[in-house]
């Protein structure tokens, strides 16, 4: 049905093409996602994700069309929507200067919109970044549209090593929690829009830096990162701030972000249209704002009148204190990080730190190193145990039985596995020994790797 241009994306999990539809012509990415290895229920979980991103009708959010299947390969083919100006990271690359306020107050409204559209029906993304931010025509007068894509089918098929590939690969939009092993969770979607705001604000530069990815992992647990250039207002300094808070409970939801008031002159000014279930969520959280505000406004008067009984007080004193998380300011509820860090710009250069952080940096980025190369044996020996063809299920309980008997005797093995495949792919048994090897091993690295990150005191 389809043409294969040319490649335009290459993955961990598989490729990216954009493609020519034959019956019309029309453009399309075209993205395999490898299911080798994949457990029978990830695969059903991902492929009934792929129907609710289809149905999914937002202006910001990258268009579903199809999904199949190709057992042959054994891979889950996606046919999605064309973006024709490429990725948000394009166009921060392409900004040798600050981005103009007005235009980023544009985009974040749009990506807020489309999370969300997503968050609306309780879909999680998982890897928000600027380079899954794509780029189409513009619409309002305005020269581009953000839409959100890729999102986290692929995931979906790697839930149990989530953790441990984005370690391996580029962890700069990792959270808190996340680097704690703490499950994914909605927040952590926030925690990454944060991250691209403040990206697409600061040339391309992101919050944490550190000179390895040990240091990297601390210093977001530590919460540090540097200030945002005064260039900016206040109001966009503080969401960013409000984005990045250490505490999942801390951050705003999204419909919080709608509300905030230059979010909401961009829809009123472009005349944006809102799904009414969005505008409903939208509704409850300018109530609850307001309710923040009214409730600081209240605490300030009393402290006010508090002091102003106080004979002994000085004026400084007098001064009506601010609750340390939030603010009354130009008529917005401004959310602020407690403690704000600074980090290095460069990575070759180290931070200055206390000799116990730096050790549990050394430890942790050790780990991190052991854990790649076990990652990279893992993908090896997987693509081994795909050559025999074995049905998902069957494997899956061969990987069960190696992983309750660590050296199972020839009688076990006759009585197990040999009734489930032929005689002339029993070649699979010693890949799947090394597999289930590998898993254990990877196991107690990251078990290790846990420990040392509970020892990092903010």
Request: with cysteine; hydrophobic share 35%; glycine share 4%.
């Amino acid at each position: 049905d389809f043409d294969i241009l040319q490649q335009i994306g290459r993955g961990t999990s598989g490729v990216v093409y954009k493609c020519r539809r034959r019956k019309d012509g029309g453009i399309y990415v075209l993205k395999e996602i490898k299911l080798f290895g994949a457990p029978q229920s990830e695969v059903a979980l991902a492929v009934n994700e792929c129907t609710i991103l289809a149905s999914i009708d937002s202006d910001y959010i990258i268009r579903y069309y199809d999904s199949f299947i190709d057992n042959s390969t054994q891979t889950l083919w996606m046919v999605m929507e064309y973006a024709n100006h490429g990725s948000l990271r394009d166009i921060i690359n392409q900004n040798k200067d600050y981005m103009n306020e007005q235009d980023a107050w544009w985009y974040i409204t749009q990506m807020v919109i489309g999370v969300a559209s997503l968050h609306l029906m309780h879909i999680i993304h998982r890897d928000i970044k600027s380079l899954n931010i794509f780029v189409c025509d513009g619409a309002y007068g305005q020269k581009y549209t953000l839409k959100i894509g890729d999102m986290g089918v692929s995931k979906q098929l790697n839930a149990t090593q989530v953790m441990s590939q984005t370690m391996v690969g580029s962890p700069y939009y990792l959270s808190p929690e996340i680097c704690k092993s703490e499950k994914y969770n909605i927040k952590s979607d926030i925690w990454a829009l944060g991250i691209t705001f403040y990206e697409m604000l600061n040339k391309g530069k992101h919050p944490f830096q550190a000179q390895n990815q040990g240091a990297l992992i601390v210093n977001i647990i530590k919460g540090q990162f540097k200030p945002l250039p005064s260039v900016y207002s206040q109001q966009l300094i503080d969401l960013v701030g409000w984005c990045l808070m250490s505490d999942p409970a801390k951050r705003p939801d999204i419909f919080s972000l709608l509300a905030i008031p230059p979010v909401l002159q961009t829809i009123q000014r472009f005349n944006l249209s809102l799904p009414p279930k969005i505008q409903e969520h939208l509704k409850y959280a300018l109530q609850r704002l307001q309710r923040i505000k009214t409730s600081e406004v209240n605490r300030s008067r009393m402290t006010s009148e508090r002091s102003s009984q106080q004979s002994t007080v000085t004026s400084q004193e007098r001064i009506p204190r601010q609750n340390p998380i939030v603010k009354v300011e130009s008529d917005v509820v401004l959310v602020n990080p407690e403690e704000i860090h600074d980090y290095v710009d460069d990575f070759d250069e180290p931070e200055p730190t206390t000799q116990e952080t730096a050790e549990l940096q050394n430890k942790l980025n050790e780990l991190i190193k052991i854990d790649s190369q076990l990652q990279q044996k893992f993908e090896e020996v997987t693509k081994e145990i795909s050559t025999f063809n074995i049905q998902n299920q069957i494997r899956e309980e061969l990987i069960q039985f190696f992983q309750r008997h660590d050296n199972p005797s020839q009688e076990m093995i006759k009585e197990f596995v040999f009734k489930r495949i032929p005689y002339n792919k029993i070649g699979v048994i010693s890949h799947l020994k090394v597999y289930v090897k590998i898993m254990k091993q990877k196991q107690s690295v990251q078990t290790e790797m846990s420990k040392v990150i509970e020892n990092i005191k903010k």
